[in-house]
């Protein structure tokens, strides 16, 4: 298959990109490296030593012979450019993962508001759009989110993408009907993923497109079967206040002797997956494509739930940190459930990777490996979701470490 | 109270403005203008003779001695000429109409569609981004559409935005919930309307904003209680294949005696408000605003129902046109049942002008009056909502007469 990995230089994309270079596909990765640029933005970097993407691919294409093309365009501003692009390359199947990701990143001002709803509204708008006018009849799978089912429970697992309901009619009789999952994100990089279902709900039944949305979990780990290859194939791994996850922080807490940082009381419940999974995963929906004319094809992409807290104490116990318990930037319930339907993937031959298993790698082969690097002004969390919550963040990274041990 | 019209040289929102300044309020319009650049665009013009928007201000004043303060800024694109406005304005209120909004001109190229996602979509952030940014606590009374519900009924009445469901729990019980209605855009346009929703939604429970969400009707009739006080304060009159609504297109046909033209069966359901009754309505909402941190609150913005093919054979009866079937250029359903609960409008004591007391009076004062002015050309459809449907669709308007003589 010839296959487009809009957004193949992030963290899900490139090891994705690799993956199924090395099952043989013509893999092309299409990129504006913003996450590059808001790296020097934020003045941060990748744990790891990350090449670029030129270097990266050119390392593969050595190790391996294979090609994995890159193509700078940018999804969201470059229309006629992408229009173009795929017009010439006419892929079988395009993996988009080109949005700007980051909850926090997202809430961090007015220009990030405007910018991560422009960014991700526009790239995959622009996609659906040039799709139809190319009377391109790829298969579209995109990286969505558990956030947008939001973190509260109705009572019942959450399916995958489509809720059962009965509704009262006119005349007394109940009529059941499956929903759209009502949406309730909890950021606005999850409001734009909320966004991006109507935008796949509209073209999937106007132009009868096929698409694939993945609701995934946070994903965790940092090698995979490829990246492992050569040093300079790594993935990256962030670990700051915006783009770290909170597991990321809590390895590189661990890694560097601080304590674990929980937000509020640590109830959230949080879903999670493996690196490697993930990549099987988004394999395995690329083999099962919708038909045209059918509905969104929707899969849950995580493989287990936890409370933040229950995970500071696994790490802990793996590690001996302690847990230092901070202000919840994020304006969200303090507790809640999260149980999540993941039948189709395990139906379709999913092993997951646990936690349980693979967390203390993670610690020994990249957190402690590579924490010469780790700035420590980083790892806090500092972007407030309202205006009232801002000024109870402790922005001072010590501030941390005085508190947990007192 | 000092409110800002967004879109207040539009077909609703000029006559809301006018309403509001004859009542005492301090109005402010903010528009762009694009409507008129896009009457140039498509080579069409209001039936109506449209003055400048700077010269129906003046002639308001000269009239009744009261100011309606211009603004030239477009909401989408000047996020910090708007913010800095609404920072030294500070309205109580704002009613935004500063939208694309027109389903056929959404659906003409990749082009449109790509300029009404980003319009509606930015144009809706910026103002609730900026009031955010602001701790502008305005009530945002936004114009929405009967069309985010789609014109698929769930065998009940469409209820006001929110629809009770229940939900089977894990333990085999029934939950009760309300649910934002299920979107199911049918165009472009339609879509920018439900991600609309998604993102007051987002705001007004991350950050407590009053917003009032008016699921509008099509709206019929041009003449207004002030808009009839000079010649030169007249409304526009959309009547072209891509602003014009269906009834408006019927009028102009009787005027010229053309055919109606009826789109497939005629068997599409519509819902219909007359600009007087709208202008009230808004009236209505500005004076029953939400609770800070209260749930979006929605209206149905609409006084009757009835099926495009009923409406033909109503103006037929009243004027002695014929009726002529052409190929439907949207994709939709043939024929859709629309039962639409407005309760509460009615409850707040709008009393609604009947299509069957005001048409005629509309065909005479209006369509008949500024006939000489129709460019024939113009009235039929021409934007196709796929590929496949493009081609059956016949351009040429004498066509039309042939065939219903035929
Ligand atoms: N990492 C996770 O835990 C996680 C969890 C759930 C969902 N996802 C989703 O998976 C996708 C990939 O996540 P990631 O962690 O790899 O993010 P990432 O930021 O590492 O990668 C995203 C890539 O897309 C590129 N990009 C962004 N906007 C673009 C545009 N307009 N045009 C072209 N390229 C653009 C960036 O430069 C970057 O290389 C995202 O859509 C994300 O929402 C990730
Ligand atoms: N007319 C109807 O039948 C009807 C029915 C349902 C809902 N609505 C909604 O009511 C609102 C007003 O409709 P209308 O018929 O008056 O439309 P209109 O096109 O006559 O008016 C819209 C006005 O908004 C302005 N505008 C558009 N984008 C802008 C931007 N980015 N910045 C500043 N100004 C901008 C235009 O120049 C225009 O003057 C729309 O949002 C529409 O979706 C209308």
């Not at 919708?290 to 739930?305: D, L, S």
């Not at 972007?383 to 963040?393: C, M, N, Q, Y």
Request: charged fraction near 20%; aromatic fraction near 8%.
């Amino acid at each position: 298959m010839k296959i487009a990995v809009m957004g193949g230089d992030g963290f899900v994309g490139w090891p994705t990109a690799l993956h199924l270079s090395d099952q043989g596909h013509e893999v092309h990765i299409v990129d504006n490296l913003s996450r590059r640029w808001i790296d020097t933005e934020l003045g941060v970097q990748s744990l790891t030593p990350m090449d670029s993407i030129q270097e990266r691919t050119r390392i593969w294409h050595a190790e391996t012979g294979r090609r994995i093309r890159f193509h700078l365009i940018d999804l969201g501003r470059d229309y006629e450019l992408l229009k173009n692009w795929l017009g010439e390359v006419r892929p079988d199947a395009i993996i988009h993962f080109a949005e700007q990701r980051a909850a926090p990143y997202s809430m961090k001002s007015d220009r990030h508001k405007n910018y991560t709803v422009n960014n991700n509204v526009n790239a995959t708008h622009n996609l659906l759009n040039a799709m139809v006018e190319l009377n391109l009849d790829a298969h579209l799978v995109h990286l969505g989110t558990m956030g947008v089912y939001g973190y509260s429970s109705v009572g019942a697992a959450i399916p995958e993408g489509y809720l059962p309901v009965q509704i009262n009619t006119a005349d007394g009789r109940q009529a059941s009907q499956e929903i759209l999952y009502p949406a309730n994100p909890g950021s606005i990089y999850h409001m734009t993923k909320c966004l991006d279902q109507l935008l796949f709900q509209f073209y999937a039944k106007n132009d009868g497109l096929r698409i694939t949305d993945l609701h995934q979990g946070i994903v965790w780990g940092t090698h995979t079967e490829q990246t492992r290859r050569h040093p300079q194939l790594i993935n990256r791994f962030d670990y700051d206040g915006d783009y770290g996850t909170v597991l990321n922080r809590f390895l590189i807490q661990a890694a560097i002797g601080y304590p674990l940082t929980v937000h509020g009381t640590g109830g959230q419940t949080r879903a999670f997956i493996h690196i490697q999974d993930s990549v099987r995963c988004i394999e395995l929906a690329l083999r099962n494509p919708p038909q045209r004319n059918a509905r969104v094809e929707i899969f849950n992409q995580m493989t287990e739930t936890h409370r933040v807290r229950d995970l500071a104490e696994m790490i802990a116990r793996m590690t001996g940190s302690e847990i230092a318990w901070l202000p919840n930037p994020r304006k969200e319930a303090a507790e809640n459930e999260l149980i999540v339907d993941n039948d189709k993937f395990l139906a379709l031959g999913l092993e997951p990777i646990t936690l349980e298993s693979g967390l203390l790698g993670e610690i020994v082969d990249v957190a402690k490996k590579y924490a010469h690097r780790v700035d420590r002004s980083r790892v806090p969390a500092v972007s407030a979701w309202t205006r009232d919550i801002a000024p109870t963040l402790n922005h001072d990274p010590e501030g941390v470490r005085l508190r947990s041990v007192s």
